[in-house]
C-alpha cells in the first residue's frame, strides 16, 4: 500500500516562497510511477499543479504556475519536492499529493493517481 504524506505548507507574504514535500512510501526504488500535486480552493475545482514520473523525470505544470513553481523528485526516498516561487494571493488553497502509475506523458487525469495524501495548507496574503 503506498501512502502519500505531505508537508511544508504554511503562511506567507505576496512574493515570498514555501517548499512542500510528499513522501511517498511503499514504493521501492525500481518502481516506476508519477507523484503530482493538485490544489482546491475554497469554492473550486480541483486542479492540477505539477507533476513529474520517477524513471524519465518527464513533468508537466498548470499555465498559472510555470516559471514559478518547480517540482523535483527524489527517487531514493522516493519523495517529490514542489518549490512554491513569487507565491500570490491566488495560490492560497489546500494543496494535495497524489501517486499513481509511470506514464510517458504526465497528466492532470485524477483517474490516473491511485494514492492521495491527505493535503496540506498554503495561504498566501497580499
Known amino acids: 500500500q503506498v501512502k502519500p504524506v505531505e508537508a511544508g505548507g504554511g503562511s506567507v507574504q505576496a512574493g515570498g516562497s514555501l517548499r512542500l514535500s510528499c513522501a511517498a512510501s511503499?514504493?521501492?526504488?525500481?518502481?516506476?510511477?508519477?507523484m503530482a500535486w493538485f490544489r482546491q480552493a475554497p469554492g473550486k475545482q480541483r486542479e492540477g499543479v505539477a507533476t513529474?514520473?520517477?524513471?524519465?523525470?518527464?513533468?508537466n505544470y498548470a499555465d498559472s504556475v510555470k516559471g514559478r513553481f518547480t517540482i523535483t523528485p527524489d527517487n531514493a526516498k522516493p519523495t517529490a519536492y514542489l518549490q512554491m516561487n513569487s507565491l500570490k494571493p491566488e495560490d492560497t488553497a489546500m494543496y494535495y499529493c497524489?501517486?499513481?502509475?509511470?506514464?510517458?506523458?504526465?497528466?492532470?487525469?485524477?483517474?490516473?493517481?491511485?494514492?492521495w495524501g491527505q493535503g496540506t495548507q498554503v495561504t498566501v496574503s497580499s
Open positions: 497524489a501517486t499513481g502509475p509511470g506514464t510517458w506523458h504526465p497528466t492532470f487525469n485524477e483517474y490516473e493517481y491511485n494514492y
Open positions: 511503499g514504493y521501492t526504488f525500481s518502481d516506476y510511477y508519477c
Open positions: 513529474v514520473c520517477s524513471r524519465t523525470g518527464n513533468t
